[in-house]
């Protein structure tokens, strides 16, 4: 499935981010509130990156289907996971290849084999290809493959489930950073906690979003009464990776922290939280009750849904540490956020520097964004 065709033909103007943090500026301020960058986002990153879509928990036998809207709001694009009967699971699209009804409109199993579609009957294998119509009999080169179901990439990494329109780079390069780091966890033990997980609408540009988490300088005014009396400020570190960064959680004495193991490559080291960010929107949240997922999903060029995802290993460490009390630290984000949203709608600001200690995070992602939206190739990490 290629975003190429859907390519948006008012392009904004580019903008580039000096690869020396010590001498760079961030992008213009009309990313966050213009449009046309908006608009251009949606092919050139949204619809080139990995997804999390879903827990291959919910499809375990064959005819479980699930449909779903591949970030709705901005790339709403209809589609469904399967699951065959070589227990194969699938991603595909949910959008009958005659006339371009929706397939699938509910959760559950299919009642035989096969999928049809409601509109004029259309057939197709639970793998996406055409099966029958009637009504083609003198129909010529039909059927062809321009008739079976677009298949999105899918891959899966412990209970989960990621999907990509056309993506940029190998599922394997994308998550490697989170694999070194937490695949000696038991993540089959992770449960969702339907209850305590939230949507939040943010108004405010949903790279700004981004920005905030990928950054810890904020911390002690921001989040003076709830991260910043379990975090060690100065040992907080962020690690940029080629689609990827991770800042490094350290707790103060005394707060709840990883037991690692010996070979691992933060042992020796009092780990209270592992915040990961995936290019463009994903961040996974590991501590030591479990895993809190933010999908940050782009409404408009200034409104973005933040969804709020809990997978819970220990139930009893769960208020305990950095990933206690998670609602009021989002709370606190969204309002810094949102008043940001405000400055940089000013005429009189257009763009700002980094600080090479604590915004590294920030300006990986800002040269991924101009190399997404504008250029060839990645920036490369040091």
């Given at each position: ?30 990313i966050?509130?213009?449009p ?50 070589d227990?194969?699971?699938h ?11 929706i ?28 099966l ?17 179901l677009?298949v ?5 990494w ?28 038991a ?9 305590g ?5 943010v ?9 905030n ?16 009396g ?47 960010w ?5 961040m ?9 997922v ?6 408009g ?13 220990d139930e009893?460490?769960r ?17 810094i ?6 400055g940089?709608?000013?005429?009189l600001?257009?763009r700002g ?7 590294v ?16 190739a ?5």
């Amino acid at each position: 499935m290629s975003a190429s065709s859907h390519a948006s033909a008012n392009r904004p103007p580019p903008f580039q981010v000096d690869p020396d943090i010590r001498t760079a500026w961030t992008p213009p301020s009309a990313i966050y509130h213009d449009p046309a960058y908006f608009a251009h986002q949606k092919d050139t990153v949204f619809a080139r990156s990995w997804h999390l879509v879903g827990d291959v928990r919910d499809l375990k036998t064959t005819g479980s289907v699930k449909p779903f809207t591949l970030l709705e709001g901005c790339l709403d694009e209809p589609l469904f996971l399967i699951r065959d009967e070589d227990q194969t699971l699938h991603c595909l699209s949910n959008v009958c290849t005659h006339r371009g009804n929706i397939l699938v409109e509910g959760e559950g199993h299919l009642p035989g084999t096969s999928i049809q579609c409601r509109y004029h009957g259309r057939r197709f294998g639970m793998d996406g290809c055409f099966l029958s119509m009637s009504g083609f009999e003198e129909a010529e080169s039909f059927p062809s493959p321009e008739d079976d179901l677009p298949v999105a990439e899918l891959e899966t990494w412990g209970p989960f489930v990621f999907c990509a329109l056309d993506p940029a780079m190998p599922f394997d390069d994308w998550i490697a950073p989170v694999r070194e780091r937490v695949d000696w966890m038991a993540l089959e033990a992770l449960q969702f906690d339907a209850a305590g997980s939230h949507d939040y609408l943010v108004d405010a540009n949903w790279a700004l979003y981004c920005e905030n988490y990928l950054e810890g300088l904020h911390i002690p005014f921001v989040h003076r009464n709830t991260l910043g009396g379990t975090l060690d400020r100065d040992a907080y570190t962020t690690t940029p990776f080629e689609y990827a960064s991770l800042q490094l959680g350290v707790g103060i004495s005394g707060e709840h922290t990883f037991d690692l193991p010996g070979d691992h490559p933060d042992a020796g080291t009092d780990v209270a939280a592992y915040y990961f960010w995936l290019f463009p929107n994903l961040m996974l949240n590991f501590y030591p009750w479990g895993l809190s997922v933010n999908i940050v999903r782009p409404l408009g060029p200034t409104r973005t849904k933040v969804s709020f995802r809990y997978f819970v290993a220990d139930e009893t460490k769960r208020e305990e540490g950095a990933g206690a009390g998670l609602d009021r630290v989002e709370l606190e984000d969204e309002e810094i956020v949102e008043q940001v949203q405000r400055g940089v709608g000013s005429r009189l600001y257009d763009r700002g520097r980094y600080s090479p200690s604590g915004e590294v995070g920030t300006h990986h992602f800002h040269r991924l964004l101009a190399s997404f939206m504008f250029g060839d190739a990645p920036p490369q990490t040091t």
